[in-house]
């Protein structure tokens, strides 16, 4: 152990077991509050949260994650990975939401690993927030792509995520 560990060590007051219990939210900038609100009900069948009568709706939960919608001005970053969230899904789980979302015209691409063992995909909700599937243990290794950085032949096209969203 170094030095610095030892120190560490001897003021730890056990922030992760007294004092933080989970995540609350994520908050999203989104062009149109209305408009992520129907994506992630639409596709992902999440759950409305906080919905107060009288108020708009901008909290939807899905599996536990609760995301909060702000309509702010400016554009998103759609040339970088980063910043970007994801949620961990089943190897099925994850042929499903490919499917659910590029039927909904929302843009994806092939599925890719960088160890031959988890799969990822990424894809951009209507304002262009990256979003990432990944699963830990892809029960089909072969049918991935390997990413450059690795090796292989494919780099996620994060710059050609981007689709028009119908309104409706």
Known sequence: MTSREEAREGTKIGVQEKYI??????????RDVDEATAFWIDLFEADPHRDR???????VEI???VLAFFELPGA???????PHYAFTTSAEGLRVMKARL???GVRTH??????????????????????ELYCPEYD???DLRLA??????FEPPIDDLMYDWPKG
């Open 76 to 82: 998103v970053d759609t040339t970088v990975s980063y």
């Open 140 to 142: 089909r290794p072969e």
């Open 53 to 59: 009568p009288g108020r708009q709706l901008f909290h």
């Open 102 to 104: 590029e039927a909904a």
């Open 148 to 153: 450059t950085d690795r090796g292989g032949d």
């Open 110 to 131: 092939p599925l890719w690993t960088r160890d031959h063992v988890t799969a990822l995909m990424y894809f951009r909700d209507p304002t262009g927030n990256l979003f």
């Open 21 to 30: 219990s989970g995540l609350a939210h994520i908050s999203v900038h989104v």
């Open 63 to 65: 599996a536990g994650v």
